[in-house]
Each structure stands twice: as C-alpha cells, then as structure tokens.
C-alpha cells in the first residue's frame, strides 16, 4: 500500500534511521560477498578447473582484505580511534568479529580442496603428489631437477647472535627450519620458496627433461615446490641434521598513505610508498598445522605478532597459487568457451565515427566485444581528421593495446593528454610504468587532483569535419583494460551528443587544469554535485510515491555503505517506493525491516564472469531516467574521489537496459542469492513451475541479437 504524507512522520523516522540495529557493518558484509565466492568452489555443478578458480579468487580476496581493511582497523586499536561505522561496533569488536568469521571459512576451504576437488581432479587425470605420495623413482628424477634448477635460486637464511631474524616479504611463502649441528646444539633457519620459480610443478614436463626414456604418464603429475626445497633440505644445510620444518605465510599492511601536500613529484611519491608496503607491519601469519610450538614461538618473537595474529591451516598456504592450476589446458573441466559478439551497431569495417554520428551505441561487455574500444583510440590515432585525444586510465593491465594507440597518435602529432591514477591500489607499479612511457614520447600526462582519486572512465576525441569541430565521447562503468573485459561485466557507452561532449571538455579542462568549473549539463560528477544531485533523484521517486504516483528505484553497483543514502533508500521505502538493489559486494542496508525496509529488496549475482557495472534507474512517474558510470554509494566515490555518471538518453538503449539487462538479472533464480534482515543471504532457486534464469547465460546466448 502506497504511505500517504500524513502516515509519515519524518522527525521521528529520520531519528530512529540512525539506529545501528538497521546497519550491516562493512566489514562482516565484504566477508559474506568472499563466502558468496567461496560458495562457488563448494558448488557441484561448477566446472571442476572454474571451482579451482574460485579458490584462488577467495584467498586473493582476503589477502587483500587483511593488507587493507583489516590492517586499517589494528591501526585504529593502535591509535585509541573511539568512532563506531553506522552499525556501532568498535574496532576491537569488529577485528574480532572478523576472526570468528574468517576461521570457519579458511577451513572450509581447505576441506573442500582436499575432500572434494583433489579426487574429482585425480578422477579426471590431474593429480597434486604430496611429499608421502612420491615414488623413490621420482624422488631421485626430482633431486636432479632440484640440484640444477632449484638450488641455485634459494638463499637458507640462519638467525644467531651474528646474523638476524630477516625480513620475511609480503604474502612470501618460506620455510621455518630447525635443525641441530654434530655438537647438538639447536639453530634455527629461513628459506624463502622464490616466487620467480613455478610454485606448481609439472612432473611430467621434469620427466621429459631429468628421466628421459622412461613412459610419460597419461595423467597430469604435479607437486608443490615447497614440498621440493622441504625433501631437499640436506643439501641447503650439509652436516646439520633437520629436527622440523613448517611452512609459513605472513600479510603485512599495505595500506600507505600519500601525503600528496607535501609531495613535490607524485610519481616518485606513489614510486617510494609502494617501496615502503614490504615494510608495514605483519597483520597476519598463516602456518601450516604441522609446525611444532617452538618453532611457532619462535617467529611470534621475531615477527612480534599475539595468538589471535596467527591461522593454522592445513597445507597448502597461499591458495591464491590456484590461478595456475585453473590454467592447465583441460577444455573439458572448463567453462565453455565463450567469444564476445560484435555490436550490431559497428558492423566490421565501418567507420567508427559515421557509427557514432548515426546513433548511440552501447556495450554490454564481455557479452559484447571490447574490440570496438579499442578500434575508437586506433582509429582516432590514424584519422587525420582527428585533432586531439583525451583519457582517463585507472587500471589499464600489462601490453595495453590503447597505450599503444595513445604512443601512436603522439607519434602522428595529435594533441593527447591522459589522466593515469597513480594511486589505483595494488596498480602503483603498472601505472607508475605507463607513465613515464607515455610522458617520454611527449604525452601530456597529470596524475589529477589534489587529496583526490580519479576513478571517471572517460575518452574524448576532438574530429575537424565538413561542418565545424565535433567530440566523441566514450564512457564507461569499467577500465580501458582489454584483459578485464573479458570477465568483468560492464556496459559502456559511445556519443557524440553536444551536451555530454562539452561536459566531457570541461571535465577535462577540470583535471588537467585549474578550471573551477563545476556545474555540468548531463554528468552527476563527484565530488562536488553527485550526493546532492543522487538525493535529490531519490527524493523525487518519494514525492512520486507520496502523491500516488508511479515510482520505482532500481540501483546495481558492486557496494551500498554510505550511511545517508541507505537512509534516503529506507525513506524511500517508508513512503512506499518499490526499491530493488542488486549489490555484488559490500551492503550495509538491511532489508526487509517491517515499517523500514519492507519495501527493498536486495539481491547480488556471483557467476562466472565478475558483476561490476553501476546502473541507477528512477522510474520517475513512468517518464525513466536511467544513469550509468563508475560510481558505487559509498564515503569514499561520492566525497574523495573523481566519479562521473552519465545519462543513456537514446530511448532504444535505455529501454534494453529496463526491460533486458536489469530485468534479466532481477529475475535470476539459480545464481542469485538474497539478502534477509538478519544479513544473511539465501540462493534463490526455482519455484515449482517457473522457469530457471541464469542471467550471465541468458546474455551469452542472446548477445547476438543486438
């Protein structure tokens, strides 16, 4: 039943909207999304080498979670920080929290490698030996192959009063070895595992090279390279005699921040602060559950770490190693391969400008191909006609081939100026690189502005044609990266619109320059307008709804934590707005909340491909207006960073994106799950009867008919 304004009573409910019990806190909601991949892994009807796959995605997922956020909040311990998130726990609350979250998990994960995909895996040919598991045969093939191509590498660290305990790298494997001399006195060792040789290791490729002769075997034959150097130890330490090993894993804080008002050359600035990660403190130590308590005191000492520091697992650590066993070439234990489709709108060999000209285009990758995007910076970099290209690069991956054009339209004497952020996290190095690639060929390249992240996906491109100056635009909800297109799911979209081009220009002129221009035609831009004009939207569909009017929100984005926009979104729903919200990751709105929330419906979508386009619809009385961009609601996109969204004014476009994309993906009934009150969430599955809709499927076998 549509609330009327007198069944509202906004004091009261904007009071009792800052109730805690109505938050999710972020922290436990990220760790539901890493459940939500892991669940993937433990899921049956996954292809075998793609549940490898999400092992590896679920373990990268929480190192990277413990470098960040969970070194953030010691940090917050350290420091005394008395400020709670909406939710109110504290700090210390929430690191334990997160410990008794993350322990079931992190085994779970171990059993169901072992348990599970370890035999399926050897039932269909692909076997990891463990140490107990390898021939005398292939011991003494894999000691020659450890003497030639091993031993050279490694570097046995001793600690004693001489020498001491060494600095042990970020996320580096090692091995704690303790061991007596021929008098009986005990040491103590370190061997790093090189990260520069295969941590996977092939037998049979060893075989053809150090048993050559003997059958190769049908089946696939790996070991663990640690297990190599832990059966080889003999030679690193001749003369002692190994009482225990126990392999070790440790996660220090990469978190560092970058004073930009005191940094004369922020490139250099970026360069040293991802030096000075391999020195932050140890938030985290893995180990495995074999090691003896010496020696697990031993490095508690050394690495000065408490109990609660410290995860005993069984082996091996470092799962997010897995990405190299979900290569091996086994088509069948894959997902079936899938080749992106061209856009009807950009037949092959069209002129992409004469397309844009004709039409808006839209793409919808990876279903679409990202090919055209590409095509747009080559052909802007051979096109005479073309005058000047302008882009923002947030992550743009390695052997880029829009660098590329970029380097060639400098080379063709076009004017290119490109924005690269220096400061995407864990992408300092590449984009560092890039830089200064693209500055020694003569590219105008800034790093932004002050105290603030770039993160807008815009391309400009300024055309000298028959009648007067025109500008193509390219905007995007994801990277100009052709190796994330491929898995990530994004929509983006070409126009040359006069209005969007010329907020487009004075976006530009804003980050390259010191224009104080603001005030945009068509773009939400953060972080001046975009939380006011947002609220603003929202309020719009509640005054819709309290007046009996057609009004319906409709938001997808990878997180939800901004505490007044959930508010908006809860007011929203008390007026009666029918709200939908479909959050990959983090949310921190509870739904479902009689008299709150009864009104929202939250849901989110893991599959094969990697859900990252933002879509912000308002039904607005049945007159739509639907948003695309890079933006999720959260503190950080709406006040600390550079964010544009962009509105798809082509009716055919958006009404795809209404009644196919969004409508597709909220009737997904087998792989979305929804979020309940209590923020737990629920797999949806079929109702007797209905259809089932896997929506990333729905696309693959549809993305020819546009």
């Given at each position: 039943m549509t609330a009327t304004q007198s069944e509202i009573k906004p004091d009261t409910r904007i009071a009792n909207l800052?109730?805690?019990?109505?938050?999710?806190n972020r922290e436990l909601s990220w760790l539901s999304f890493n459940e939500r991949c892991l669940a993937e892994a433990l899921d049956p009807d996954v292809a075998l080498l793609e549940r490898v796959r999400f092992l590896a995605i679920f373990s990268n997922n929480l190192d990277e979670y413990y470098m960040v956020r969970v070194s953030g909040l010691k940090d917050q311990v350290t420091a005394g920080v008395v400020e709670t998130p909406p939710d109110g726990l504290t700090p210390q609350q929430q690191l334990a929290a997160i410990r008794e979250r993350v322990l079931p998990m992190l085994h779970e994960e171990r059993r169901v490698f072992h348990e599970d995909i370890l035999p399926k895996l050897a039932e269909a040919g692909v076997n990891i030996l463990e140490l107990g598991q390898w021939t005398n045969a292939q011991r003494t093939m894999l000691r020659r192959y450890f003497e030639v191509e091993v031993y050279p590498v490694l570097t046995p660290l001793a600690v004693d009063p001489g020498r001491p305990f060494p600095h042990?790298?970020?996320l580096s494997l090692n091995l704690a070895v303790m061991m007596e001399d021929e008098a009986g006195n005990k040491r103590f060792a370190r061997v790093k595992v090189p990260n520069v040789l295969p941590r996977l290791i092939d037998l049979n490729d060893v075989q053809r090279v150090y048993d050559q002769g003997t059958e190769i075997p049908t089946v696939q034959n790996f070991i663990w390279l640690e297990d190599l150097i832990s059966a080889n130890l003999d030679l690193l330490f001749p003369g002692m005699r190994v009482?225990?090993?126990g392999a070790f894993r440790i996660t220090r804080n990469s978190d560092t921040e970058i004073s930009e008002e005191e940094a004369e050359d922020l490139l250099e600035t970026v360069e040293e602060s991802v030096r000075q990660r391999r020195f932050g403190q140890v938030v985290r130590m893995t180990i495995v559950d074999s090691m003896p308590?010496?020696?697990?005191?031993?490095l508690m000492y050394n690495l000065e770490l408490e109990p609660e520091d410290v995860i005993q697992l069984r082996a091996p650590l470092g799962m997010s190693d897995l990405f190299a066993l979900a290569n091996v070439d086994m088509p069948l234990l894959k997902a079936p391969p899938y080749i992106p489709q061209r856009p009807s709108g950009l037949p092959p060999g069209e002129d992409i400008f004469t397309a844009i000209r004709h039409q808006d285009i839209l793409i919808h990758r990876p279903y679409d191909s990202f090919?055209?995007?590409?095509?747009?910076?080559?052909?802007?970099?051979?096109d005479p006609q073309v005058l000047a290209i302008k882009t923002t690069l947030y992550r743009t991956g390695s052997n880029s081939p829009i660098i590329e054009a970029?380097?060639?339209?400098q080379e063709n004497a076009k004017q290119v100026a490109v924005l690269v952020e220096l400061k995407a996290r864990f992408d300092e190095e590449n984009n560092i690189g890039w830089a200064r690639q693209l500055e020694a060929s003569g590219v105008h390249v800034v790093y932004g502005l002050l105290g603030l992240k770039t993160h807008a996906k815009i391309a400009l491109v300024v055309r000298k044609e028959a009648d007067g100056m025109r500008r193509y635009v390219h905007l995007s909800t994801g990277n100009y990266n052709s190796?994330?297109?491929?898995i990530y799911t994004d929509l983006c979209m070409f126009t040359c619109r006069d209005d969007i081009a010329a907020d487009a220009s004075e976006l530009f002129n804003r980050l390259t320059g010191y224009s104080n221009h603001t005030n945009y035609r068509k773009l939400l831009v953060a972080p001046e307008h975009l939380r006011s004009q947002m609220l603003a939207l929202i309020q719009r569909e509640i005054d819709h709804a309290l007046a009996g009017r057609d009004a319906h929100l409709i938001f997808k984005m990878n997180a939800l934590v901004d505490a007044e926009m959930i508010q908006m979104l809860y007011k929203a729903s008390i007026a009666g707005v029918r709200v939908d919200l479909l959050v990959r990751g983090i949310c921190c709105l509870r739904p479902g909340i009689p008299g709150i929330s009864d009104n929202i419906r939250v849901t989110c979508l893991i599959g094969r491909f990697l859900e990252h386009a933002r879509i912000y619809y308002f039904r607005n009385n049945n007159d739509p207006q639907v948003y695309?961009?890079?933006?999720?609601?959260?503190?950080r996109n709406l006040n600390s960073r550079v964010e544009a969204l962009f509105p798809v004014e082509s009716q055919p476009l958006r009404q795809r994106i209404i009644d196919e994309i969004l409508a597709i993906e909220m009737a997904d009934n087998v792989k979305a799950r929804e979020l309940r009150a209590d923020g737990t969430y629920q797999r949806l599955t079929p109702a007797p009867g209905e259809p089932a809709i896997e929506s990333q499927r729905w696309f693959m076998e549809h993305s020819r008919d546009h």
């Amino acid at each position: 039943m549509t609330a009327t304004q007198s069944e509202i009573k906004p004091d009261t409910r904007i009071a009792n909207l800052a109730d805690p019990s109505l938050y999710i806190n972020r922290e436990l909601s990220w760790l539901s999304f890493n459940e939500r991949c892991l669940a993937e892994a433990l899921d049956p009807d996954v292809a075998l080498l793609e549940r490898v796959r999400f092992l590896a995605i679920f373990s990268n997922n929480l190192d990277e979670y413990y470098m960040v956020r969970v070194s953030g909040l010691k940090d917050q311990v350290t420091a005394g920080v008395v400020e709670t998130p909406p939710d109110g726990l504290t700090p210390q609350q929430q690191l334990a929290a997160i410990r008794e979250r993350v322990l079931p998990m992190l085994h779970e994960e171990r059993r169901v490698f072992h348990e599970d995909i370890l035999p399926k895996l050897a039932e269909a040919g692909v076997n990891i030996l463990e140490l107990g598991q390898w021939t005398n045969a292939q011991r003494t093939m894999l000691r020659r192959y450890f003497e030639v191509e091993v031993y050279p590498v490694l570097t046995p660290l001793a600690v004693d009063p001489g020498r001491p305990f060494p600095h042990i790298s970020n996320l580096s494997l090692n091995l704690a070895v303790m061991m007596e001399d021929e008098a009986g006195n005990k040491r103590f060792a370190r061997v790093k595992v090189p990260n520069v040789l295969p941590r996977l290791i092939d037998l049979n490729d060893v075989q053809r090279v150090y048993d050559q002769g003997t059958e190769i075997p049908t089946v696939q034959n790996f070991i663990w390279l640690e297990d190599l150097i832990s059966a080889n130890l003999d030679l690193l330490f001749p003369g002692m005699r190994v009482t225990a090993t126990g392999a070790f894993r440790i996660t220090r804080n990469s978190d560092t921040e970058i004073s930009e008002e005191e940094a004369e050359d922020l490139l250099e600035t970026v360069e040293e602060s991802v030096r000075q990660r391999r020195f932050g403190q140890v938030v985290r130590m893995t180990i495995v559950d074999s090691m003896p308590e010496p020696m697990r005191e031993i490095l508690m000492y050394n690495l000065e770490l408490e109990p609660e520091d410290v995860i005993q697992l069984r082996a091996p650590l470092g799962m997010s190693d897995l990405f190299a066993l979900a290569n091996v070439d086994m088509p069948l234990l894959k997902a079936p391969p899938y080749i992106p489709q061209r856009p009807s709108g950009l037949p092959p060999g069209e002129d992409i400008f004469t397309a844009i000209r004709h039409q808006d285009i839209l793409i919808h990758r990876p279903y679409d191909s990202f090919l055209p995007v590409v095509e747009f910076f080559q052909q802007a970099a051979e096109d005479p006609q073309v005058l000047a290209i302008k882009t923002t690069l947030y992550r743009t991956g390695s052997n880029s081939p829009i660098i590329e054009a970029l380097l060639a339209a400098q080379e063709n004497a076009k004017q290119v100026a490109v924005l690269v952020e220096l400061k995407a996290r864990f992408d300092e190095e590449n984009n560092i690189g890039w830089a200064r690639q693209l500055e020694a060929s003569g590219v105008h390249v800034v790093y932004g502005l002050l105290g603030l992240k770039t993160h807008a996906k815009i391309a400009l491109v300024v055309r000298k044609e028959a009648d007067g100056m025109r500008r193509y635009v390219h905007l995007s909800t994801g990277n100009y990266n052709s190796s994330t297109a491929r898995i990530y799911t994004d929509l983006c979209m070409f126009t040359c619109r006069d209005d969007i081009a010329a907020d487009a220009s004075e976006l530009f002129n804003r980050l390259t320059g010191y224009s104080n221009h603001t005030n945009y035609r068509k773009l939400l831009v953060a972080p001046e307008h975009l939380r006011s004009q947002m609220l603003a939207l929202i309020q719009r569909e509640i005054d819709h709804a309290l007046a009996g009017r057609d009004a319906h929100l409709i938001f997808k984005m990878n997180a939800l934590v901004d505490a007044e926009m959930i508010q908006m979104l809860y007011k929203a729903s008390i007026a009666g707005v029918r709200v939908d919200l479909l959050v990959r990751g983090i949310c921190c709105l509870r739904p479902g909340i009689p008299g709150i929330s009864d009104n929202i419906r939250v849901t989110c979508l893991i599959g094969r491909f990697l859900e990252h386009a933002r879509i912000y619809y308002f039904r607005n009385n049945n007159d739509p207006q639907v948003y695309l961009g890079s933006a999720d609601l959260m503190p950080r996109n709406l006040n600390s960073r550079v964010e544009a969204l962009f509105p798809v004014e082509s009716q055919p476009l958006r009404q795809r994106i209404i009644d196919e994309i969004l409508a597709i993906e909220m009737a997904d009934n087998v792989k979305a799950r929804e979020l309940r009150a209590d923020g737990t969430y629920q797999r949806l599955t079929p109702a007797p009867g209905e259809p089932a809709i896997e929506s990333q499927r729905w696309f693959m076998e549809h993305s020819r008919d546009h």
